[in-house]
T-cell receptor, first 114, second 114 residues
Framework: DAGVIQSPRHEVTEMGQEVTLRCKPISGHNSLFWYRQTMMRGLELLIYFNNNVPIDDSGMPEDRFSAKMPNASFSTLKIQPSEPRDSAVYFC????????????FGSGTRLTVV | AQSVTQPDIHITVSEGASLELRCNYSYGATPYLFWYVQSPGQGLQLLLKYFSGDTLVQGIKGFEAEFKRSQSSFNLRKPSAHWSDAAEYFCAVALYNQGGKLIFGQGTELSVKP
């Protein structure tokens, strides 16, 4: 199993540009999570999906952030327009449905907005 | 509100000495608890998890953790630290009454001196 795959690994963009982060969860995992990690705020849960349906997006900081999961094998996190304060590492994680499942994290996307 | 607290921001131990990283949680239902480790520039790797049963759980890399319901704690221990253990450690609780939402503590940075 290739694990949770995120792309790109690094992204540098100018303020105001649109940024799209991608995630491929582990096959068979029904839950997908997007986290943001910063020095100041630690690991924050942005949004999570169960069976491709968004369950809780209360962690999404602003309307500039949006996430989709069009099918069980792909999710995107989009920031439009991007701002310097969005600079962070964004992690995707997936887990199987039900209690007892573990959470597997991707390697993350390091986003820098200049 | 549900939360995870890691009281120690930074701990330094000598190589070969024992180590203990503290974790306290606040959650009304049965907790499902995890410890993750993150090396610089890397993603999060699962060390161990507790769901039920024996309150002392063994993990990878020689780590163990003990669940104490009366103290709402899930401390991570290792009898003999190795230089390669230097990393950031995160305690987390899964909220299965909220669709499996996983929330993290702020992390403890572990340094190992020769």
């Amino acid at each position: 199993d290739a694990g949770v795959i995120q792309s790109p690994r690094h992204e540098v963009t100018e303020m105001g540009q649109e940024v799209t982060l991608r995630c491929k969860p582990i096959s068979g995992h029904n839950s997908l999570f997007w986290y943001r990690q910063t020095m100041m705020r630690g690991l924050e849960l942005l949004i999570y999906f169960n069976n491709n349906v968004p369950i809780d997006d209360s962690g999404m900081p602003e309307d500039r952030f949006s996430a989709k999961m069009p099918n069980a094998s792909f999710s995107t996190l989009k920031i439009q327009p991007s701002e310097p304060r969005d600079s962070a590492v964004y992690f995707c994680a997936s887990s199987p449905t039900g209690q007892g499942g573990g959470y597997t994290f991707g390697s993350g996307t390091r986003l820098t907005v200049v | 509100a549900q939360s995870v607290t890691q009281p120690d921001i930074h701990i330094t131990v000598s190589e070969g000495a024992s180590l203990e990283l503290r974790c306290n949680y606040s959650y009304g239902a049965t907790p499902y608890l995890f410890w993750y480790v993150q090396s610089p520039g890397q993603g999060l790797q699962l060390l161990l998890k507790y769901f039920s049963g024996d309150t002392l759980v063994q993990g990878i890399k020689g780590f163990e953790a003990e669940f104490k319901r009366s103290q709402s704690s899930f401390n991570l221990r290792k009898p003999s630290a190795h230089w390669s253990d230097a990393a950031e450690y995160f305690c987390a609780v899964a909220l299965y009454n909220q669709g499996g939402k996983l929330i993290f503590g702020q992390g403890t940075e572990l340094s190992v001196k020769p």
